[in-house]
């Protein structure tokens, strides 16, 4: 437990997001995006979108962000699409990340369905 939630301090998204980022890093994800959604959805604040190398890759890298959410914050995530490899989302509530094989990625090409207008890839 961290001296935060000991102390009984919100976790805002904004800490959540940079424990997401530095997990993503940790674990080898390549291509990581962050878009920020605040004012434009009320899904989360933060979408993650990040490529693994490989289905076995992909799965670990969103089982150890689980585990380490959990860890730090007490933060329970949804999770779904583990078992394919292909896709996995990772639901934290406050921001919600995609990890991919990198051909899926291509195929639905969720950057550009919600990076702002005129924003680069």
Do not use: N
Not at 21 to 46: C, F, H, N, P, Q
Not at 53 to 82: N, P
């Amino acid at each position: 437990m961290t001296a935060d939630m000991a102390a009984g301090a919100q976790i805002t998204s904004e800490q959540i997001l940079a424990r997401v980022i530095d997990s993503l890093e940790d674990d080898k994800a390549e291509d990581i995006v962050t878009i920020d959604l605040r004012g434009r959805s009320s899904i989360a604040d933060y979408m993650v979108i990040c490529s693994g190398r490989s289905s076995r890759q992909v799965g670990a890298i969103a089982e150890k962000l689980v585990e380490r959410l959990k860890t730090d914050f007490g933060r329970m995530s949804k999770i779904e699409g583990k078992d394919q490899g292909d896709w996995v989302l990772i639901d934290t509530a406050d921001v919600i990340v995609h990890v991919f094989r990198p051909e899926v990625r291509e195929f639905y090409q969720l950057e550009k369905m919600w990076m702002p207008s005129g924003a680069r890839v």
